[in-house]
């Protein structure tokens, strides 16, 4: 079953605007990855947060971890069309280092 | 660095033949994983590795599927014999170690007719 639920499943923006995607999960955890995919392509990791903390960035990226609300976030700013992709949830819940993942969130960037 | 690689890129066979996937995971990672993406049901994981040995395939959907890891460099996943059911890309990936960010290969898109 997926732990990991993208909200929303699709999200269309324009080009310099910010896109923020949730994900919520069932059980705890040890840390959550972001992924994205390209169409025709493997998932890239993007960013990792552990349960510990509450806020990571990467250069345009900041994920966020809500684990009372057993809840993330990602948030691209200044977005650009290159960003189009699905974007992914992971769940670690240290069941023999599987992971599980949600159904994930099409953005659409329009130049 | 090489990533995970993948062959075939695409496969479209008929039904009742036997379909073999190859993985070469990435020197050095330690875990191996094959996924399943399907727009119905999402990625689901169907078996893992550890050091080469399944540790667990609870995803593997049934007898048809299986897979091997004969040395640190290869697995294959078999499904013998195919069903048009069966049509999806399967996704293998692996890892250092526990917690750690998982690279995924760029698929084999299999269609069974």
């Known amino acids: 079953s997926q732990q990991g639920e993208e909200d929303p499943q699709a999200l269309s923006i324009q080009e310099g605007e910010n896109a923020t995607m949730n994900c919520s999960y069932k059980?705890?955890?040890?840390?959550l990855q972001w992924y994205r995919q390209n169409s025709g392509r493997g998932l890239v990791h993007l960013i990792l947060?552990?349960?510990?903390?509450r806020e990571k960035h990467s250069g345009r990226l900041r994920v966020t971890l809500d684990t009372s609300k057993k809840s993330s976030s990602l948030l691209i700013t200044a977005s650009r069309a290159a960003d189009t992709a699905s974007y992914f949830c992971?769940?670690?819940?240290?069941?023999?280092?599987?992971?599980?993942f949600g159904g994930g969130t099409r953005l659409m960037v329009k130049p | 660095d090489a990533g995970v690689i993948q062959s075939p890129r695409h496969e479209v066979t008929e039904m009742g033949q036997e379909v073999t996937l190859r993985c070469k995971p990435i020197?050095?990672?330690?875990?191996l994983f094959w996924y399943r993406q399907t727009m119905m049901r999402g990625l689901e994981l169907l078996i893992y590795?550890?050091?080469?040995?399944?540790?667990?395939d609870s995803g593997m959907p049934e007898d048809r599927f299986s897979a091997k890891m004969p040395n640190a460099s290869f697995s294959t996943l078999k499904i013998q014999p195919s069903e048009p059911r069966d049509s999806a890309v399967y996704f293998c990936?692996?890892?250092?170690?526990?917690?750690?960010?998982?690279?995924f290969g760029d698929g084999t898109r299999l269609s069974i007719l």
């Open positions: 990936a692996s890892t250092r170690g526990a917690g750690q960010p998982q690279h």
């Open positions: 059980t705890s955890i040890n840390n």
């Open positions: 947060i552990r349960s510990n903390e």
């Open positions: 992971a769940t670690d819940h240290n069941a023999g280092n599987m992971l599980t």
């Open positions: 020197s050095g990672h330690d875990y």
């Open positions: 590795f550890n050091n080469n040995v399944p540790i667990d």
